[in-house]
């Protein structure tokens, strides 16, 4: 996906039919990903967020008259992923063949995760606790966390109808579930 996007923003800029600044990086920096929120919206792909941005602030501003800096945003975020969660979900329907898959609850577990994140941070700036180096593994531990937790609930059903068998041919977390990786006392 990232050859395509690269190639297809080179010819689109080379032809003029649009800008470099258009086309915005398609992954950020992994030193950027100390929280669900920074994950999302700075590393994470970013062809899609201009276009589900743009429907969330319609829909908390216009729709629901919301005022920028209030619950607006957390609006914007769970329209956000509603409508990432229903492309992904989509297309993984057509890959499976059925409606039992697990990349609606995937994406719809991801605002509920910046939610509990937007308070912990909130009580623990509170409490005096800065931004620094042990904050930010902290941080890094917790998406960690986070994603081996959540990403099963996608990939899983994908995995078990066999879409992943092309990819890396072992598989810590699978291995674990499988019971063939233990760890001994």
């Not at 996906?1 to 297809?8: E, K, R, S, Y």
């Not at 929280?35 to 602030?57: C, D, E, N, S």
């Amino acid at each position: 996906m990232f050859l395509i996007a690269t190639i297809i923003s080179v010819v689109g800029v080379a032809c003029g039919l649009s800008y470099p600044e258009e086309w915005p990086p398609f992954f950020g920096f992994l030193k950027e990903v100390y929280t669900i929120r920074r994950l999302w919206g700075r590393a994470r792909h970013q062809l899609m967020r201009r276009f589900v941005t743009t429907h969330g602030k319609f829909l908390a501003h216009r729709v629901l008259g919301l005022r920028p800096g209030t619950n607006a945003s957390y609006v914007q975020l769970f329209t956000a992923f509603a409508l990432s969660a229903s492309v992904h979900y989509g297309a993984e329907v057509m890959a499976l063949r059925s409606w039992h898959g697990g990349a609606f609850a995937f994406f719809m577990l991801q605002p509920c995760a910046i939610m509990l994140e937007d308070f912990v941070l909130y009580v623990t700036r509170s409490v005096g606790l800065r931004n620094g180096f042990a904050v930010r593994l902290g941080g890094y531990a917790w998406v960690w966390a986070w994603f081996t937790l959540t990403l099963p609930v996608w990939q899983g059903p994908l995995g078990w109808a066999g879409h992943t068998e092309e990819g890396v041919p072992v598989s810590f977390l699978m291995g674990l579930r499988r019971g063939e990786w233990m760890l001994s006392p």
